[in-house]
Nanobody, 123 residues
Framework: QVQLVESGGGSVQAGGSPRLSCAYS????????MNWFRQAPGKEREFVAS????????YYADSVKGRFTISRDNAKNTVGLQMNSLKLEDTAVYYC????????????????WGKGTVVTVSS
């Protein structure tokens, strides 16, 4: 059974640079594409970033491209999301998600989800 636990959320001022982390427990972490999604109040969950299991290729939503960086450490079974130049509209619950053996950005295509960590950006 795979479990994902996010950490690193909290209250941040606009322009800040927090880092989120997701700890994975289970087998074959290296065969999962790891993803970050977010859900703002009153909005649908949306894709933020992913890092491929195959070649560590990264993909980003246009809204975060150039500001966020996803990374993974297969030895430690963790995936991180470095968030820079935060904006008020980045306020959301951030979820870590794992997808076995393939890439994709659709919410319905994920195999496992964490419970989320809240990031609140204030001016």
């Amino acid at each position: 059974q795979v479990q994902l636990v996010e950490s690193g959320g909290g209250s941040v001022q606009a322009g800040g640079s927090p880092r989120l982390s997701c700890a994975y427990s289970g087998r074959t972490f290296s065969m999962y594409t790891m993803n970050w999604f977010r859900q703002a109040p009153g909005k649908e969950r949306e894709f933020v970033a992913s890092i491929s299991w195959l070649n560590d290729n990264t993909y980003y939503a246009d809204s975060v491209k150039g500001r966020f960086t996803i990374s993974r450490d297969n030895a430690k079974n963790t995936v991180g999301l470095q968030m820079n130049s935060l904006k008020l509209e980045d306020t959301a619950v951030y979820y870590c998600a794992a997808r076995f053996g393939s890439t994709g950005t659709d919410v319905g295509g994920m195999d496992y989800w964490g419970k989320g960590t809240v990031v609140t950006v204030s001016s």
